[in-house]
């Protein structure tokens, strides 16, 4: 009897959920709907569940074998407790596992949401065949997960790669969620560019953009910047030019630190593409380590926004085999 292998990719706008074949991780179902993350997490929990519960209609509940679930935010994934998520709203320490394994009778493993587009995009996508790749998301913030000698880091409480919160700015910059100030995600994030390109106008400078949506700045997105680069807008190809800038300055620190053999850009930002890269990539050939930079190739993702579902299945495919994650086995991490 076939088997197969359920991935989701659980984001604060959408609920993307996918079931591959086990052996070969070919996809051979997908459905998508919002989240609704304002409604709690047992509502968002429900969501899951309906989803998982439309594809046995599809696939009988004995032939999946496990499902796999990135969440954005703190996890524990030895407890199966997704600790805090700053894209939903009442959801701290929520027993994501235990609540999904009493319904489903089915083993579930949970990762950060980076991660399992990490797996993605390393197994199957733009690092496939590489041993040492970090991969930065940049969307709303920024994320990150990093491979190193083919084995991906965890850390001591599983938040190793917090590039996002790299400090950048010793004194006077952004404010940061997570208490701190200038960290880098506050500028080469979607929100940093706007609130770049903000600074800008407030400071007296005009831009193409407020013509476009009548000084109304939430109507306001990224895609709208690239379009005015292309323009010509000397406004937008400065903020572009600068979030680029600050890009490659943490590419920097990543390549001087982590030694990977390809960085890999994805997330909404990733659009951006040589608009954005081409500052980073200029910075990173000035300051990086020749030796390191050279062996180094920074790239767009390849997978979309599937590489979330994808990773997902294939860690919690990992899990089940008992394979080392991270350098922590089945039993390890079940606990």
């Given at each position: 009897?076939?088997?197969?292998?359920?991935?989701?990719?659980?984001?604060?706008?959408?609920?993307?959920?996918?079931?591959?074949?086990?052996?070969?991780?070919?996809?051979?179902?997908?459905?998508?709907?919002?989240?609704?993350?304002?409604?709690?997490?047992?509502?968002?929990?429900?969501?899951?569940?309906?989803?998982?519960?439309?594809?046995?209609?599809?696939?009988?509940?004995?032939?999946?074998?496990?499902?796999?679930?990135?969440?954005?935010?703190?996890?524990?994934?030895?407890?199966?407790?997704?600790?805090?998520?700053?894209?939903?709203?009442?959801?701290?320490?929520?027993?994501?596992?235990?609540?999904?394994?009493?319904?489903?009778?089915?083993?579930?493993?949970?990762?950060?949401?980076?991660?399992?587009?990490?797996?993605?995009?390393?197994?199957?996508?733009?690092?496939?065949?590489?041993?040492?790749?970090?991969?930065?998301?940049?969307?709303?913030?920024?994320?990150?997960?990093?491979?190193?000698?083919?084995?991906?880091?965890?850390?001591?409480?599983?938040?190793?790669?917090?590039?996002?919160?790299?400090?950048?700015?010793?004194?006077?910059?952004?404010?940061?969620?997570?208490?701190?100030?200038?960290?880098?995600?506050?500028?080469?994030s979607a929100r940093g560019l706007?609130?770049?390109?903000?600074?800008?106008?407030?400071?007296?400078?005009?831009?193409?953009?407020?013509?476009?949506?009548?000084?109304?700045?939430?109507?306001?997105?990224?895609?709208?910047?690239?379009?005015?680069?292309?323009?010509?807008?000397?406004?937008?190809?400065?903020?572009?030019?600068?979030?680029?800038?600050?890009?490659?300055?943490?590419?920097?620190?990543?390549?001087?630190?982590?030694?990977?053999?390809?960085?890999?850009?994805?997330?909404?930002?990733?659009?951006?593409?040589?608009?954005?890269?081409?500052?980073?990539?200029?910075?990173v050939k000035n300051h990086a380590?020749?030796?390191?930079?050279?062996?180094?190739?920074?790239?767009?993702?390849q997978l979309g926004d599937s590489?979330?579902?994808?990773?997902?299945?294939?860690?919690?495919?990992?899990?089940?085999?008992?394979?080392?994650?991270?350098?922590?086995?089945?039993?390890?991490?079940?606990?």
């Amino acid at each position: 009897m076939e088997k197969y292998v359920v991935g989701v990719d659980l984001g604060g706008t959408n609920l993307k959920v996918s079931a591959y074949s086990f052996q070969n991780l070919v996809s051979v179902w997908e459905h998508r709907i919002s989240t609704e993350s304002h409604e709690g997490w047992e509502h968002v929990m429900e969501r899951i569940y309906g989803e998982i519960s439309r594809l046995f209609q599809e696939i009988p509940r004995e032939q999946i074998a496990c499902a796999g679930i990135g969440i954005p935010g703190l996890l524990d994934i030895e407890t199966g407790i997704s600790k805090f998520s700053p894209n939903f709203s009442s959801w701290e320490n929520v027993p994501v596992v235990k609540w999904l394994e009493k319904r489903m009778n089915l083993p579930v493993y949970i990762d950060n949401d980076v991660r399992v587009n990490l797996y993605g995009e390393w197994c199957r996508g733009a690092g496939k065949g590489k041993k040492n790749v970090v991969l930065l998301t940049l969307g709303t913030g920024l994320g990150s997960g990093i491979v190193m000698d083919g084995r991906v880091l965890y850390g001591a409480t599983s938040s190793a790669g917090e590039i996002g919160h790299m400090n950048m700015i010793r004194a006077g910059g952004r404010p940061c969620r997570c208490g701190s100030s200038g960290c880098l995600g506050r500028y080469v994030s979607a929100r940093g560019l706007l609130q770049t390109l903000r600074e800008k106008i407030e400071k007296g400078m005009s831009c193409v953009i407020q013509e476009w949506v009548d000084d109304d700045w939430n109507q306001i997105t990224a895609k709208m910047v690239s379009e005015a680069y292309d323009a010509g807008d000397f406004t937008a190809i400065e903020t572009m030019t600068e979030t680029g800038e600050m890009l490659g300055y943490g590419l920097v620190n990543v390549i001087n630190l982590f030694n990977p053999e390809m960085i890999i850009i994805g997330g909404g930002m990733a659009a951006a593409g040589e608009r954005l890269l081409k500052p980073a990539r200029n910075v990173v050939k000035n300051h990086a380590l020749e030796i390191s930079r050279e062996r180094c190739s920074i790239v767009t993702a390849q997978l979309g926004d599937s590489a979330g579902m994808l990773g997902a299945a294939i860690y919690a495919k990992q899990r089940l085999e008992g394979e080392k994650v991270g350098g922590k086995n089945r039993d390890e991490n079940r606990k």
